[in-house]
């Protein structure tokens, strides 16, 4: 097993002309894969695409994210809504620290890391939590009312909170305002948040979704009816419909550039491209048996994703629209994430 430290000189030293990489002289970067089937969390060399090492976590392991610094993961343990777990990871000493316990919030599923803490969809519980690291305990959450309450983001200022309900066939957007004390509060009293939430209808099994760079767009994919939608965060409203036929449609992100929608299927294993501006497809191709979670590179290069039925994860150049790459991170994948450690 390569400890870090060596991997860091490895990856500021070597050229590979080979597969046209470059040496990194800047933050190291590394690939986080989940197996869904091995209970492992891969750490893969985003250069050589080769895994360093996995590392245990919990059984039925779906979404993972990195600290802002690079040094830990957050893994949640799903178990269909009713587990009530995350797991904590050092990835410099590549070795589990300890389990956050959820609960009262049942079936952590997605996970997103914004003004130092971990934000995550409860599933089981309608909610979405929140857990501080400087103190360790859940801090926040604030219930949806809505049906499997799955996938998440949160602004980067931490008062604005989307998330996809699935059985619901919905979009909560969850927004803070800050209350000052009013002329009767007691002396001392000192401002409060109070969350707002509008939810806009879509269709059932609205799952995976992103938000555009500007955000002035939020695009969600149905994996029933296989169209499009999307929501303008700004009035809350649904502005647009997209006929796409991307039926069992799982995962859905936005290219670092805007321009390019990818759509995964985890029933037919297609990948649809989309022009974010015209509407119209771009491309589609054939991963496997199914795809799942998807990741971009933060160059906008390439893109990658779980197959899940096929027990891989594929790299496709989005420039060619062509499968370079199968990375072998354990059974299952599923959740995918960068940590960027500086």
Known sequence: ???????????????????????????????????????????????????????????????????????????????????????????????????????????????????????????????????????????????????????????????????????????????????????????????REEWMQTVVPTARGSEGFDVTPDGTELWTAASEDGAIYIVDPGSKKLAAKIDAKVFGANRLKITPNGKLAVISSLKTGDLAIYDTKTHQEVRRLKLGKGAAGILMDPDGSRVFVACSADNNVAVIDLNTFEISQRIDVGGTPDGLAWAIRH
């Not at 604005?160 to 002396?187: C, D, E, H, K, R």
Request: hydrophobic share 40%; glycine share 10%; aromatic share 6%.
């Open 1 to 191: 097993m390569f400890r870090l430290i060596a991997i860091h000189i490895f990856l500021a030293t070597v050229v590979c002309p080979g597969m046209g990489c470059k040496a990194q002289t800047g933050p190291h970067k590394f690939l986080l894969a989940l197996s869904k089937a091995n209970h492992t969390l891969a750490i893969v060399d985003p250069v050589t695409l080769k895994v360093i090492t996995r590392i245990p976590v919990g059984e039925d392991p779906h979404e993972v994210v990195a600290s802002t610094d690079g040094k830990t993961a957050y893994v949640c343990i799903y178990g269909g809504g009713s587990f009530h777990e995350i797991n904590v990871i050092d990835l410099v000493a590549q070795k589990p620290l300890h389990n956050i316990d959820t609960r009262p919030l049942f079936g952590p599923h997605d996970i997103t890391f914004v003004q130092g803490k971990a934000w995550f969809t409860a599933e089981g519980s309608k909610a979405v939590g929140r857990y501080d690291p400087a103190t360790g305990k859940l801090d926040w959450s604030m219930g949806t009312g809505q049906d499997r309450t799955h996938m998440l983001h949160v602004t980067a200022d931490g008062k604005n909170i989307y998330t996809t309900n699935m059985s619901s066939g919905t979009v909560s957007i969850l927004t803070a305002t800050v209350i000052q004390p009013g002329n009767m509060a007691p002396p001392g009293a000192k401002p």
